[in-house]
């Protein structure tokens, strides 16, 4: 949670100067009241049990009276929301920079992974022309904005970076977009931040930001096809139990497959965590996640019992390690 003061992006920069200013202000009225309090309870103390206090005047009892409303009540909340007001708006604006055209990213929540579609290299936007599929693991550069362009597969969900900006949510039917911008390089956690069902918890996102030349060389190995063709038993074994949910851009013919049941696998040995960021990206998990991902992660569309046995299980493990 404190991730969000820690930020390591435009928004989040300006949302965590907010959240200061509103902490600092908000002691005021507490410390005033908790001061009030302690007054009250050492006259009391001092009065000892049951004695009635001494009664004030009526008139100067209840011109007192008003005057604690007006100061309290009226005069002191406009002095301490006014300014919070003002940089509440202001906030919004720090968050929008329309001097640089932003770049697009496509988000696509699932049940309980992301679906990430970017631009083809060259292109800003995705209505530009190409596009190709990732998931799970957003890539961004640093210093530049970037809108996500957000959508729902299934249910409600929502992206949060904390580092990086507030949160957004995915709704089905409905394009959203949410600007983020990184200040400097680094790996960030997002999470789904909208209860979306029994594994919504364990529903994150891996955030790279890179300096911009970086970037550029990773969406250039992205964007290709897969490093090491599967040799004919492989297009055997991974075409009849794994591609029907899984593409591989540049084995099989486009339309053979719908291939996006799942997330994209062309490059999947390169990402850091598989299974939206919950299991390290090890041979062992692989083989963990494949036998039974229903045991990792409850209620995934993944099904349990669809890995082919022994052998077979291991070569396929073997394949998915060469998708650099
Ligand atoms: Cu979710």
Same mark, same amino acid.
Request: charge should be negative.
């Given at each position: 949670?404190?991730?969000?003061?820690?930020?390591?992006?435009?928004?989040?920069?300006?949302?965590?100067?907010?959240?200061?200013?509103?902490?600092?202000?908000?002691?005021?009225?507490?410390?005033?009241?908790?001061?009030?309090?302690?007054?009250?309870?050492?006259?009391?103390?001092?009065?000892?049990?049951?004695? @009635?206090?001494?009664?004030?005047?009526?008139?100067?009892? *209840?011109?007192?009276?008003?005057?604690?409303?007006?100061?309290?009540?009226?005069?002191?909340?406009?002095?301490?929301?006014?300014?919070?007001?003002?940089?509440?708006?202001?906030?919004?604006?720090?968050? *929008?920079?329309? @001097?640089?055209?932003?770049?697009?990213?496509?988000?696509?929540?699932?049940?309980?992974?992301?679906?990430?579609?970017?631009?083809?290299? $060259?292109?800003?936007?995705? @209505?530009?022309?190409?596009?190709?599929?990732?998931?799970?693991?957003?890539?961004?550069?640093?210093?530049?904005?970037?809108?996500?362009?957000?959508?729902?597969?299934?249910?409600?969900?929502?992206?949060?970076?904390?580092?990086?900006?507030?949160?957004?949510?995915?709704?089905?039917?409905?394009?959203?977009?949410?600007?983020?911008?990184?200040?400097?390089?680094?790996?960030?956690?997002?999470?789904?931040?909208?209860?979306?069902?029994?594994?919504?918890?364990?529903?994150?996102?891996?955030?790279?930001?890179?300096?911009?030349?970086?970037?550029? %060389?990773?969406?250039?190995?992205?964007?290709?096809?897969? %490093?090491?063709?599967?040799?004919?038993?492989?297009?055997?074994?991974? $075409?009849?139990?794994?591609?029907?949910?899984?593409?591989?851009?540049?084995?099989?013919?486009?339309?053979?497959?719908?291939?996006?049941?799942?997330?994209?696998?062309?490059?999947?040995?390169?990402?850091?965590?598989?299974?939206? $960021?919950?299991?390290?990206?090890?041979?062992?998990?692989?083989?963990?996640?494949?036998?039974?991902?229903?045991?990792?992660?409850? @209620?995934?569309?993944?099904?349990?019992?669809?890995?082919?046995?022994?052998?077979?299980?291991?070569?396929?493990?073997?394949?998915?390690?060469?998708?650099?």
């Amino acid at each position: 949670m404190l991730d969000m003061l820690d930020g390591s992006g435009r928004g989040a920069d300006a949302i965590a100067d907010l959240w200061w200013v509103m902490f600092w202000l908000s002691l005021i009225p507490t410390v005033i009241v908790l001061g009030m309090l302690v007054v009250i309870l050492l006259r009391r103390r001092r009065q000892g049990d049951g004695e @009635d206090p001494p009664a004030a005047a009526p008139l100067e009892h *209840e011109r007192g009276e008003r005057r604690i409303i007006l100061l309290g009540g009226v005069a002191l909340p406009l002095v301490l929301l006014l300014p919070v007001v003002a940089m509440v708006i202001a906030t919004a604006h720090a968050r *929008e920079r329309t @001097d640089v055209e932003a770049m697009e990213i496509g988000v696509t929540g699932h049940r309980f992974w992301w679906d990430l579609r970017y631009p083809a290299p $060259g292109n800003e936007r995705l @209505d530009q022309g190409e596009t190709f599929r990732t998931a799970n693991e957003l890539h961004i550069p640093v210093g530049r904005p970037v809108d996500l362009v957000v959508e729902s597969e299934d249910v409600i969900h929502s992206i949060w970076i904390p580092r990086l900006d507030g949160k957004i949510d995915l709704t089905p039917g409905r394009t959203k977009r949410l600007r983020i911008e990184a200040t400097e390089p680094g790996v960030h956690t997002g999470r789904c931040a909208e209860f979306c069902g029994a594994s919504h918890a364990l529903m994150r996102l891996r955030v790279v930001a890179h300096p911009q030349e970086e970037f550029e %060389a990773w969406l250039e190995r992205e964007a290709g096809p897969v %490093a090491t063709e599967p040799d004919e038993g492989m297009r055997m074994a991974f $075409g009849d139990s794994c591609a029907p949910c899984h593409d591989l851009r540049g084995v099989w013919e486009a339309g053979t497959f719908r291939g996006n049941l799942g997330p994209d696998l062309t490059h999947l040995a390169s990402r850091r965590t598989i299974a939206a $960021g919950i299991l390290p990206n090890t041979r062992e998990a692989l083989g963990r996640w494949i036998i039974d991902p229903q045991r990792v992660k409850p @209620d995934n569309n993944m099904p349990a019992n669809i890995a082919p046995d022994g052998g077979e299980l291991a070569d396929i493990v073997d394949f998915l390690e060469e998708l650099e």
